[in-house]
């Protein structure tokens, strides 16, 4: 058979990632703090990129920056120029097609993110950085603490070098969570010369405990220096998983405590510090922002605003474009600024679009969770992210980004978007379903009312629940109360009963 070569036409259709798609979906499932690094990375690349400053939007815009102000803001509908939502079912089309008709060639006024997505009056702070928690006297770190408890503690020279390497190893709780030896093998000193500083570290730090590598250690730290660190106490110690479990007759056979001295020991440990680093400021925590407000609106719905505070204020520097095309320029500084003008404002309108997304969700959500606003958890309704994308006319994926690592903030609280996604449980008499974190309460509820002697059983529970309309199996009443950190009938029967014997 001869071989040759040969021309064919052919046409296919492809779906076809851009790079601006790209952009608007890593976008749109960035939390705040991504995407305000995100937001600082490419303004040190792109110098086209400025970031419009809160306070002075109120007033008057930056002179470098024409156009837009931070507080000019478009109202709904009005934003077809830049490709913005309009309310119709199609609009998850038009964010899917990557904004394909734009047309941002001539246009010289600075574009700008995070429109206005309501005419109404948004909740924000009071304009000042300041607050009267700054004149709190703030608690040193932990730390900052054990470093100078090392300088009190150890003596100058190799063994303040070992301590001081110990406490960039201290967990908040204020453990040290390490084997001598291998610590030592990193340091390259001696296992002995660790083990000596660890243990004047243990003796002489405040507060009691500070430095121990266990709970156990621990508790035997703070006893010892309230000289009650007895053989049965260190017996008691050894088997922290008995006492947690209140088997007080396995620990009977191995003290030769009866009863009331177990309710004694118990009681000492219980006023002992099990976290003694808890006692200091930590560093590193973030205030958590949220990315949405619902508040209760006048006519007796809800309103729902995005948070100024997460929504950041992007502008293309116009002023400064023009002032650079002025120049002199090569072809490829001419390159350069076009990419960097088409980055920017993709960039701005990915923003924008972020921002109408996550409003259109929310709005959904809050209209499909009326009842958990108004009467609280017992009036969470089952949701899927199914429901949702169909009921808003987006795809089930944008949803999915869009709930990822965002927050709302509540008249009951501030929740992650994905707590009102919860499991359907069939109702047992043929009626709705009924919501996974409804039922959850449900059966905490009825273990918190438990008392002395009627103490509820899985099957119990199953029952209960049974009766009141929830089909639910035994095995998953307890999944559920696994869930919830509560401990099964027999250990909760065996609490009741030491603290009847404390009383």
């Given amino acids: 058979m001869a071989l ?3 021309l064919h036409m ?4 492809s779906l076809v990632m851009t790079p601006q798609l790209l952009q608007s979906i890593r976008l749109l499932q960035y939390s705040h703090l991504e995407l305000k ?3 600082e990375t490419e303004m040190e690349r792109n110098p086209l990129i400025a970031e419009a400053d809160a306070d002075a939007s109120d007033a008057t815009a930056p002179e470098n920056l024409d156009g837009l102000a931070g507080g000019a803001e478009k109202p709904p509908g009005e934003d077809t120029e830049h490709g913005g939502l309009t309310g119709a079912a199609s609009d998850g089309a038009a964010f899917e097609s990557g904004f394909s008709g734009r047309d941002d060639a001539g246009d010289d006024r600075p574009a700008q993110s995070g429109p206005s997505l309501r005419g109404e009056t948004r909740l924000s702070g009071a304009g000042s950085d300041f607050s009267i928690d700054d004149l709190a006297d703030g608690r040193p770190s932990l730390h900052a603490h054990a470093r100078g408890e090392v300088a009190d503690a150890l003596a100058p020279g190799l063994e303040r070098k070992i301590g001081e390497a110990m406490v960039e190893l201290l967990d908040e709780c204020g453990y040290l969570r390490i084997a001598t030896e291998s610590f030592a093998a990193d340091l390259g000193v001696a296992t002995t010369d660790v083990e000596a500083a660890l243990a004047i570290l243990q003796r002489e730090a405040t507060p009691p405990g500070l430095f121990a590598r266990d709970l156990a250690e621990c508790l035997a730290l703070q006893l010892q220096r309230q000289g009650r660190f007895d053989p049965v106490m260190r017996t008691v110690l050894a088997h922290l998983d008995l006492l947690a479990r209140r088997d007080f007759a396995a620990l009977r056979r191995l003290t030769g405590e009866d009863e009331a001295g177990l309710m004694d020991i118990l009681a000492e440990i219980r006023g002992l510090d099990p976290k003694p680093g808890h006692a200091f400021d930590h560093e590193g925590f973030e205030t958590l922002i949220p990315d949405v407000i619902v508040t209760e609106a006048p006519d007796g719905g809800w309103r729902v605003e995005l948070n100024p505070d997460a929504l950041p204020r992007v502008l293309v520097d116009n002023a400064y474009l023009r002032t650079v095309r002025g120049g002199c320029l090569s072809d490829d500084d001419r390159a350069f600024i076009g990419e960097c003008q088409q980055s920017a404002n993709w960039l701005v309108r990915s923003l924008d679009q972020r921002a109408k997304t996550i409003v259109k969700v929310a709005s959904e959500i809050v209209r499909r969770q009326d009842g958990f606003l108004t009467h609280g958890i017992k009036g969470l309704k089952p949701m899927t992210l199914m429901a949702v994308a169909e009921a808003i006319g987006m795809h089930e994926s944008t949803v999915s980004r869009v709930t990822a690592s965002k927050f709302v ?3 009951r609280g501030t929740f992650e978007m994905r707590f009102f996604f919860t499991v359907a449980l069939a109702s047992a008499h043929g009626g709705d379903a009924h919501s996974a974190e409804t039922v959850k309460y449900r059966i905490k509820a009825l273990i918190d009312a438990e008392s002395q002697g009627k103490v509820m059983s899985d ?13 639910l199996a035994r095995r998953t009443v307890a999944k559920y109360r696994e869930a919830l950190g509560i401990a099964s009938s027999i250990q909760r029967r065996r609490e009741m009963n030491a603290r009847r014997l404390a009383s």
């Avoid at 052919?10 to 259709?13: G, K, M, N, P």
């Avoid at 629940?465 to 929830?470: A, F, I, M, P, Q």
């Fill in 459 to 471: 099957d119990d529970i199953a029952a209960v629940l049974n009766k009141e309309g929830v089909d």
């Fill in 37 to 39: 690094a995100f937001i």
């Fill in 4 to 6: 040759s070569a040969k």
């Fill in 409 to 411: 903030a509540t008249p």
């Fill in 10 to 13: 052919r046409q296919t259709q």
